[in-house]
């Protein structure tokens, strides 16, 4: 048993390194390699069904959006009283509020390419559209292995939230808001909360099994 978990340390750690190196990085470079490339690249398959595509998929990013699904899915699951499921979801609060001190501190600029919604005023680096879906989803997929049962219902349900979290990126670098590197840092830094809440969850459920 301690060999994977030996493993999973270590994978974090590499993480939290990476995601640190990025944030120097994003404080030194306005640009990555291939970001702005990648971006042109987006924007020049430009379409009206394109365009409607990525204002649903950015929609659920946009901060009162956010406030009232969280809201909503935290009262339902005390309404359950899925103690530990609800306080997963409130968690969610810590990253966001780091996520705009770490833009602020970084202060990288956002692309000036910005279509179809109007050029948002704070700092680019990291993407906290990004992060809120690996926020949201990552926890409502493992929620579903907790909830759905049936294999046949639970894995397309399971899939269709990770293509989420890649649409919700992918949206923001279409609209121009975000450079790609913008994007992997905010997930970057909500699959490592995601980690931490997780591994909370599993040793506050452990702990109280024990007493």
């Not at 109007?118 to 292995?145: K, V």
């Not at 808001?177 to 506050?204: A, C, E, F, T």
Request: hydrophobic share 55%; proline share 6%; glycine share 8%.
């Amino acid at each position: 048993m301690r060999c994977p978990t030996l493993h999973r340390k270590r994978v974090f750690t590499v993480g939290v390194v990476a995601f640190f190196t990025m944030c120097i990085l994003a404080g030194l470079l306005d640009t990555f390699p291939g970001d702005e490339a990648a971006l042109k690249w987006l924007q020049s398959h430009r379409s009206g069904f394109l365009d409607d595509a990525v204002r649903a998929a950015s929609f659920p990013g946009h901060r009162l959006v956010a406030a009232l699904t969280v809201t909503f899915l935290v009262l339902s699951l005390l309404a359950f009283r899925r103690w530990m499921d609800a306080l997963m979801f409130v968690s969610i609060l810590a990253p966001v509020v780091l996520n705009m001190a770490l833009k602020e501190i970084i202060d990288r600029p956002r692309p000036d390419m910005t279509i179809l919604i109007s050029p948002p005023t704070s700092p680019g680096f990291p993407s906290g559209h990004a992060e809120y879906a690996a926020l949201l989803f990552l926890l409502l997929f493992y929620l579903a292995g907790e909830l759905v049962g049936p294999r046949w219902l639970r894995w397309p349900l399971r899939i269709a939230l990770v293509l989420a979290i890649l649409a919700v990126g992918t949206s923001r670098v279409y609209l121009g808001v975000h450079w790609p590197s913008d994007v992997l840092g905010g997930y970057l830094l909500g699959v490592l909360w995601v980690w931490v809440v997780l591994w909370g969850r599993k040793r506050l459920t452990f702990g109280s099994r024990r007493s």
